[in-house]
């Protein structure tokens, strides 16, 4: 029956990492746009920042949650690196708010209350409106009845009696620095394979509340899963920017810092946590009351888990500058500008997000797009009064370079958009993601526009033909309309929609029109009148053409984005 037994209890594991799953997902949809807005707007010092990480991990009931979504914001350039800091602080507290829920399950059986919370979950996933809520009962039924039943398995095992567990762990000394060691590793490997520390808090619990694992080895596993945790952030943070891998590296250094100092006072720090719970550390196996004294452990290594927490941001929250110093002199920016720039720098690939993070992150890859293709304008500008020919050719292949950036951008951001939309989705984001699908054409197309500039510039440079003075004149003067048009259009992308005015872009491209009205006039009068020949007449007429043409495309982007502000509003 032993198999039987084991398979319950990964069974129970996973019914355990399911429900906190499906719990913290529900959370996360039911309070997205509300999380975010509390992220941006109670970060103003490290204390508010702080209390906000413990808050909205305690929320969502996933420290994971918290971290990946501090790391994007990071990178999108919402959070600086010391409000990310404290934020992860905060998470690293109100995470411990699951070991307690945990602890509770194992004091008595919370199986017989799951099942009423089941009948009214399926009620309500089948109610279009309280669908979340009803999740959310689900993955907390979920968790509590893995958490029943994980605890069933610890009975069933018999693991206090169980001779072969009970000599492997008696192998190890107890008193030992070198066995707390090893079980600080077993313990941050394990997270780290898993990528749940709740499912590694748990086995810990029932390890320690049998009485066969004594609790200074448990502390060493719990210990452990506060350094294996943090590779969740740093994967997360792999694709990122700088700014985010700092944020990640932060994490992972304030739970290996605690560690330390807590290693130097191990045991005193222990002894005073269980003197808190009211658990007799020197208690012999053998002595009465052993098993009930032993069942307290998971209330002690809940308690020390938030002990833990608790002081080592009290130490570390007055050393946050230097922290950033740290992070910022182990993760140095890469030295090629150009290598960032040619990549997605805001979507993250991977990690699972909220549709409204998701979204968030879109519209400022976006952003970086249409600032991509601006400076992919100003090539053009530059690639006009080039002469010297290595250069000429160099700057060519550059735009040349941007064109093929540009086609995969658009690709890309709408490939992830697409897996956004097969999220359940409100109306009002479902609206986002259409305005921003037609916003990515629009600026591809501008794009095309510059590489067609490009292009006959090089037909120019080529052959035997060059403009008049005059004819220079009037393209700058359209090269200037129209770089003025996309920097209104850029402006559009980070201004908020209270300031929004996106009549400037409507009047640059009526001005545009008309003076490619006049030029095209102009030009017809010139070439009969011989001041330049047709040919150079026909490419004159081109630049000035695609830049019109340039310019409706700007207005499309400026439309779309007025009907994703709009739709907001």
């Given at each position: 029956?032993?198999?039987?037994?084991?398979f319950k209890?990964?069974?129970?594991?996973?019914?355990?990492m399911?429900?906190?799953?499906?719990?913290s997902?529900?959370?996360?949809?039911?309070?997205?746009?509300?999380?975010?807005?509390?992220?941006?707007?109670m970060t103003?010092?490290r204390?508010?920042?702080?209390l906000?990480?413990?808050?909205?991990?305690?929320?969502?009931q996933?420290s994971?949650?918290t971290?990946?979504?501090?790391v994007?914001?990071v990178?999108?350039?919402?959070?600086?690196?010391?409000?990310?800091?404290?934020?992860?602080m905060?998470?690293n507290?109100g995470?411990?708010?699951?070991?307690?829920i945990?602890?509770a399950?194992?004091?008595?059986?919370?199986t017989?209350f799951?099942?009423?919370a089941?009948?009214?979950?399926?009620?309500l996933?089948?109610s279009?409106?309280r669908?979340?809520?009803?999740?959310?009962l689900?993955?907390?039924?979920?968790m509590?009845l893995?958490?029943?039943?994980?605890?069933?398995?610890?009975i069933?095992?018999?693991?206090?009696?169980?001779?072969?567990v009970?000599?492997?762990?008696?192998?190890f000394?107890?008193?030992?620095f070198v066995?707390?060691?090893v079980?600080?590793?077993?313990?941050s490997?394990l997270t780290m394979?898993?990528?749940s520390?709740?499912?590694?808090?748990?086995?810990?619990?029932?390890?320690?509340?049998?009485?066969v694992?004594?609790?200074?080895?448990?502390?060493?596993?719990?210990?452990g899963?506060n350094?294996?945790?943090?590779?969740?952030?740093?994967?997360?943070?792999?694709?990122?920017n700088?700014?985010a891998r700092?944020?990640?590296?932060?994490?992972?250094?304030?739970n290996?810092?605690?560690?330390l100092?807590v290693l130097?006072?191990f045991?005193?720090?222990?002894?005073?946590?269980?003197?808190?719970?009211g658990y007799?550390?020197?208690?012999?196996?053998?002595?009465?009351?052993?098993?009930?004294?032993?069942?307290?452990?998971s209330?002690?290594?809940?308690?020390?888990?938030?002990?833990?927490?608790?002081?080592?941001?009290?130490?570390?929250v007055?050393?946050i500058?230097?922290i950033?110093?740290?992070?910022?002199?182990?993760?140095k920016?890469?030295?090629?500008?150009?290598?960032?720039?040619?990549?997605?720098?805001?979507?993250q690939?991977g990690?699972?997000k909220t549709p409204?993070l998701?979204v968030?992150?879109?519209?400022k890859e976006i952003?970086s797009?249409g600032?991509?293709?601006?400076?992919m304008?100003?090539?053009?500008?530059?690639?006009?009064?080039?002469k010297?020919?290595?250069?000429?050719?160099k700057?060519?292949?550059?735009?040349?370079?941007?064109?093929?950036?540009?086609d995969?951008?658009?690709i890309?951001?709408?490939?992830?958009?697409?897996?956004?939309s097969?999220?359940?989705l409100?109306?009002?984001t479902?609206?986002k993601?259409?305005?921003?699908?037609?916003?990515?054409?629009?600026?591809?197309?501008?794009?095309?526009?510059?590489?067609?500039?490009?292009?006959?510039i090089?037909?120019?440079?080529?052959?035997?033909e060059?403009?008049?003075?005059?004819?220079y004149?009037?393209i700058h003067?359209?090269?200037g309309?129209?770089n003025?048009?996309?920097?209104h259009?850029?402006v559009?992308?980070?201004?908020s929609?209270?300031v929004l005015?996106?009549n400037?872009?409507?009047?640059?491209e009526?001005?545009?029109?008309n003076?490619?009205?006049?030029?095209k006039?102009?030009?017809?009068?010139?070439v009969n009148?011989?001041r330049?020949t047709?040919?150079?007449?026909t490419?004159?007429?081109?630049?000035?053409?695609?830049?019109?043409?340039?310019?409706?495309?700007?207005?499309?982007?400026?439309?779309?984005?007025?009907?994703?502000?709009?739709?907001?509003?």
């Amino acid at each position: 029956m032993s198999i039987w037994i084991f398979f319950k209890l990964i069974g129970a594991l996973a019914l355990l990492m399911f429900g906190m799953k499906s719990m913290s997902d529900s959370l996360q949809k039911m309070a997205g746009p509300q999380l975010r807005h509390i992220l941006g707007a109670m970060t103003t010092n490290r204390f508010t920042g702080i209390l906000t990480g413990t808050f909205i991990t305690a929320a969502v009931q996933s420290s994971t949650a918290t971290t990946v979504m501090t790391v994007s914001f990071v990178n999108a350039g919402l959070l600086t690196l010391v409000q990310a800091i404290s934020v992860i602080m905060g998470a690293n507290i109100g995470t411990t708010f699951t070991a307690w829920i945990m602890s509770a399950g194992f004091s008595f059986n919370i199986t017989d209350f799951v099942w009423p919370a089941f009948f009214i979950g399926i009620i309500l996933i089948y109610s279009k409106k309280r669908k979340l809520i009803g999740d959310f009962l689900f993955g907390i039924s979920f968790m509590f009845l893995g958490l029943g039943t994980l605890r069933q398995a610890g009975i069933d095992m018999d693991l206090a009696h169980n001779q072969p567990v009970l000599d492997f762990f008696a192998s190890f000394d107890p008193n030992s620095f070198v066995t707390t060691i090893v079980f600080l590793l077993i313990g941050s490997v394990l997270t780290m394979c898993v990528q749940s520390s709740a499912a590694i808090m748990a086995i810990t619990m029932i390890l320690c509340s049998t009485g066969v694992l004594p609790i200074y080895q448990g502390i060493a596993l719990v210990m452990g899963e506060n350094i294996g945790t943090t590779v969740t952030s740093n994967l997360a943070a792999l694709t990122a920017n700088t700014q985010a891998r700092r944020a990640a590296l932060a994490h992972m250094f304030f739970n290996v810092f605690g560690v330390l100092w807590v290693l130097i006072i191990f045991k005193p720090f222990i002894n005073m946590v269980c003197g808190w719970v009211g658990y007799d550390v020197d208690m012999a196996k053998d002595a009465p009351g052993f098993l009930a004294n032993a069942a307290k452990l998971s209330f002690v290594l809940a308690a020390f888990h938030t002990s833990f927490n608790v002081a080592n941001t009290c130490i570390l929250v007055g050393f946050i500058r230097w922290i950033e110093k740290f992070v910022c002199w182990a993760i140095k920016p890469k030295a090629n500008k150009d290598e960032e720039d040619f990549r997605l720098r805001f979507i993250q690939t991977g990690i699972m997000k909220t549709p409204e993070l998701s979204v968030l992150e879109a519209q400022k890859e976006i952003g970086s797009f249409g600032e991509r293709i601006q400076r992919m304008f100003g090539m053009v500008m530059e690639l006009l009064v080039t002469k010297d020919d290595a250069a000429f050719v160099k700057l060519f292949t550059r735009i040349e370079k941007y064109e093929n950036i540009s086609d995969n951008m658009e690709i890309e951001i709408a490939k992830y958009l697409d897996q956004v939309s097969n999220a359940h989705l409100s109306d009002e984001t479902k609206g986002k993601i259409r305005a921003m699908l037609r916003e990515i054409s629009e600026i591809e197309s501008i794009g095309d526009s510059c590489y067609n500039l490009a292009r006959t510039i090089n037909r120019l440079h080529a052959g035997k033909e060059d403009f008049t003075a005059e004819q220079y004149e009037h393209i700058h003067q359209m090269f200037g309309l129209t770089n003025d048009a996309l920097t209104h259009m850029n402006v559009m992308f980070v201004k908020s929609r209270d300031v929004l005015d996106a009549n400037a872009s409507f009047n640059i491209e009526n001005e545009i029109n008309n003076y490619r009205n006049q030029l095209k006039t102009q030009n017809i009068s010139d070439v009969n009148d011989h001041r330049y020949t047709y040919a150079s007449g026909t490419m004159y007429m081109d630049i000035i053409s695609e830049c019109e043409k340039l310019g409706d495309y700007v207005v499309n982007v400026v439309e779309a984005r007025l009907g994703t502000r709009q739709r907001e509003a």
